[in-house]
């Protein structure tokens, strides 16, 4: 029943209409996690139109219940998420309040890359479409600022791949190596072996999709080469597959 309940909100996801029903649902089933993550994409749907209050109120709503629950992935992606949506009332304040405390739970969590990551991921699923696409590059270009303002490095470089698939998926290729390239010097930088990897694939599979089959080459074996280092075997294989 709950494996329904979850495809109905996968298919009804941009109508409120559907969605308060599913909220029925879960306030009948006693499923408070259920409830918070329904809150969540609520929040979500209002974020997309630009409605600032209402999303705001469903973020709070999920809020409460993270707090309650203590789940901390959860509340440092709502934090996130509250401080974008008060930026977009211009309330610097309460803004800058929920990015704080997004920051110092990030900075809490032993999977810095998998909290981030869930967001974005959760993000992408969103936005289909080239007018949705251009939203989440919107999106991601918000979280820019904060990410850079409070040295979040791993953030900052996830945020730029974020970008760089979202501009590949437009064919914006020049923008797509750009934010790669970005995401490359800040793994460089921390000597990051498997975010080097990546970077170099993310950067070859833009070079695939112009036919410049030189330097999409040249970066797959860049790639291969820093996945070897960290015997990161999954993404070895990945590589090879496509050299």
Same mark, same amino acid.
């Given at each position: 029943? +709950? ?10 996801e941009?109508?409120i209409?559907?969605?308060s029903q ?9 499923d ?8 969540s994409?609520? !929040? ?12 705001i =109120? =469903? ?10 629950l203590d $789940?901390?992935?959860?509340?440092? %992606? ?5 401080? /974008? ?6 309330? *610097?304040e ?11 739970i990030?900075?809490?969590? @032993?999977?810095?890359h998998?909290?981030?990551? !869930? $967001?974005?991921?959760?993000?992408? &699923? $969103?936005?289909?479409? *080239?007018?949705?696409?251009?939203k989440? #590059?919107?999106?991601y %270009? ?11 490095i791993?953030?900052?470089? =996830?945020?730029? &791949?974020?970008?760089?698939?979202a501009?590949? *998926?437009l064919?914006k ?12 010097? #800040?793994?460089? *930088? ?5 975010g /080097? ?9 833009? @070079? ?5 089959w ?6 797959? &074996? ?14 070895? /294989? +990945?590589?090879?597959? +496509?050299?």
């Amino acid at each position: 029943f +709950k494996v329904k309940l979850h495809l109905f909100i996968g298919v009804f996801e941009e109508s409120i209409h559907y969605l308060s029903q599913a909220q029925e649902i879960y306030e009948e089933l006693g499923d408070t996690v259920g409830l918070a993550v329904f809150y969540s994409h609520i !929040g979500r749907t209002y974020l997309l139109e630009d409605s600032w209050d209402k999303a705001i =109120q =469903q973020y709070l709503l999920a809020l409460n219940i993270y707090e309650e629950l203590d $789940m901390v992935h959860e509340l440092f %992606q709502t934090h996130t998420q509250l401080g /974008i949506a008060y930026a977009g009332l211009k309330n *610097e304040e309460k803004s800058q309040s929920h990015f704080l405390q997004s920051q110092s739970i990030y900075n809490s969590l @032993n999977d810095l890359h998998g909290a981030l990551g !869930g $967001m974005l991921l959760n993000t992408q &699923r $969103m936005y289909e479409g *080239e007018e949705k696409a251009l939203k989440a #590059i919107a999106y991601y %270009q918000s979280l820019i600022p904060h990410l850079e303002r409070e040295k979040i490095i791993h953030g900052l470089a =996830q945020v730029y &791949r974020a970008l760089g698939e979202a501009y590949q *998926e437009l064919r914006k290729y020049d923008d797509a190596t750009s934010c790669f390239s970005q995401e490359l010097k #800040i793994w460089l *930088e921390i000597k990051s072996n498997f975010g /080097i990897g990546q970077s170099y694939a993310n950067l070859a599979e833009v @070079n695939q999709d112009q036919e410049q089959w030189d330097e999409a080459l040249n970066n797959f &074996r860049h790639a291969l080469r820093f996945f070897k280092k960290d015997d990161i075997h999954s993404q070895t /294989i +990945k590589t090879l597959s +496509k050299l």
